[in-house]
Each structure stands twice: as structure tokens, then as C-alpha cells.
């Protein structure tokens, strides 16, 4: 019976599997149907989806599961402010982000966590539903490469420009805190 029990789930797998990458698609082909429709209910690259998630605007986050971002949170001693940074690994390089751009006070860091371990231990304080997107299917591919890996739907327009964004100040015009994710 034992045995039996095993080999059926063994040979289910790949059918679970099947499944899964079904559920996938349906979820990113339902996300860029929304985005070619113009909806206004969608964001996407770190920063909009961080910044709707802090407003607990967002009902649903699609996330790569390898997502290599790390968020950082760091405290400027002189100042006694704490920001949030969201870092590629290229990014994580670049003095600037760990400096007062105005003082040239070096900045502590308080924290430093993978983006994709901070969400899924901390997305329920936000009310917030998780769905992780591989690139194993064509439309989680194009996903991770074409949106950063990382966006969501909306429970209600916002304005995502109004937002105050602390990455604004860091690195001058050129600065694109999306930019070399994944």
C-alpha cells in the first residue's frame, strides 16, 4: 500500500508540474493583457511595485523567484534617517548609494536581505498575495527579462509619479533604479 501511495505520487509529478506552469502563464499573459489594455492597475520594476506596496495599494505581486535584488535599509548617523534602498548586484558596488550625497557622511547599514526573502516573510503585514513567476515558461521569461522580475496588480489606481521616491536624489540624472535588474 505504502509502495503504491509512493509510485503514484512519483509518477504525478510531472503532471503537478504541468500545472503549475499553466497557473504561471495564465497569471503573466493575464498581467500583460492588463498592461496592453492600459488598465491603470498594474506596476511593475522594483521601485513602483515597492512603492504601491507601501501603500498597501497592491492585491497581488508576481515575483521571479531568482530575483537577485537585495533591499537595504540605511541609516544616516548624522541625520538619524533611515531609507530603503533596492539594489542590483551592480548597484550594491556603487559608493553612492552608501553615502550622504549632500555631507559625504558614510551611511550604516542597518539591514540587507534579499527583496525576494524580505517579501515572503513580511507580505502578509501588507495584505498582500505572493505569486512566484519562473522563466521556465515563454511568458515568465519575458517577465524577468522585459520587467525587472518583479510587478503587480492593483486593488486601486494610483499615481505612482506622486510618490516620493528616495532613490531620486542618488546619482543624478542618470540614475534608473530599475535599471540592470536580473
Same mark, same amino acid.
Given at each position: 500500500m505504502e509502495n503504491g501511495l509512493g509510485q503514484a505520487i512519483t509518477m504525478s509529478a510531472d503532471a503537478l508540474a504541468n500545472v503549475r506552469f499553466v497557473e504561471e502563464k495564465n497569471l503573466v499573459s493575464n498581467f500583460f493583457e492588463q498592461i496592453s489594455l492600459d488598465t491603470g492597475m498594474i506596476v511593475f520594476g522594483v521601485n513602483d511595485t515597492m512603492k504601491a506596496l507601501e501603500m498597501s495599494a497592491l492585491d497581488k505581486i508576481?515575483?521571479? =523567484?531568482? !530575483?537577485?535584488?537585495?533591499? #537595504?535599509?540605511? %541609516?544616516? *548617523?548624522? %541625520? =538619524?534617517? !533611515? %531609507?530603503?534602498?533596492?539594489?542590483? *548586484? &551592480?548597484? /550594491? /558596488? =556603487? *559608493? &553612492? #548609494? #552608501? %553615502?550622504d550625497q549632500e555631507t559625504g557622511v558614510d551611511l550604516e547599514i542597518v539591514s540587507r536581505e534579499s527583496l525576494g526573502d524580505w517579501l515572503c516573510i513580511n507580505y502578509q503585514h501588507f495584505g498582500v498575495k505572493i505569486e512566484l513567476i519562473t522563466d521556465k515558461t515563454t511568458e515568465g521569461f519575458q517577465f524577468c527579462k522585459g520587467f525587472g522580475g518583479i510587478g503587480g496588480t492593483l486593488r486601486y489606481k494610483i499615481d505612482i509619479d506622486d510618490i516620493v521616491d528616495n532613490n531620486a536624489n542618488i546619482g543624478g540624472d542618470d540614475f534608473d533604479p530599475d535599471e540592470d535588474f536580473i
Amino acid at each position: 500500500m505504502e509502495n503504491g501511495l509512493g509510485q503514484a505520487i512519483t509518477m504525478s509529478a510531472d503532471a503537478l508540474a504541468n500545472v503549475r506552469f499553466v497557473e504561471e502563464k495564465n497569471l503573466v499573459s493575464n498581467f500583460f493583457e492588463q498592461i496592453s489594455l492600459d488598465t491603470g492597475m498594474i506596476v511593475f520594476g522594483v521601485n513602483d511595485t515597492m512603492k504601491a506596496l507601501e501603500m498597501s495599494a497592491l492585491d497581488k505581486i508576481l515575483l521571479y =523567484d531568482e !530575483i537577485e535584488v537585495t533591499r #537595504f535599509e540605511v %541609516k544616516n *548617523p548624522v %541625520k =538619524d534617517e !533611515i %531609507k530603503v534602498w533596492y539594489l542590483s *548586484p &551592480k548597484q /550594491e /558596488e =556603487d *559608493p &553612492k #548609494f #552608501f %553615502k550622504d550625497q549632500e555631507t559625504g557622511v558614510d551611511l550604516e547599514i542597518v539591514s540587507r536581505e534579499s527583496l525576494g526573502d524580505w517579501l515572503c516573510i513580511n507580505y502578509q503585514h501588507f495584505g498582500v498575495k505572493i505569486e512566484l513567476i519562473t522563466d521556465k515558461t515563454t511568458e515568465g521569461f519575458q517577465f524577468c527579462k522585459g520587467f525587472g522580475g518583479i510587478g503587480g496588480t492593483l486593488r486601486y489606481k494610483i499615481d505612482i509619479d506622486d510618490i516620493v521616491d528616495n532613490n531620486a536624489n542618488i546619482g543624478g540624472d542618470d540614475f534608473d533604479p530599475d535599471e540592470d535588474f536580473i
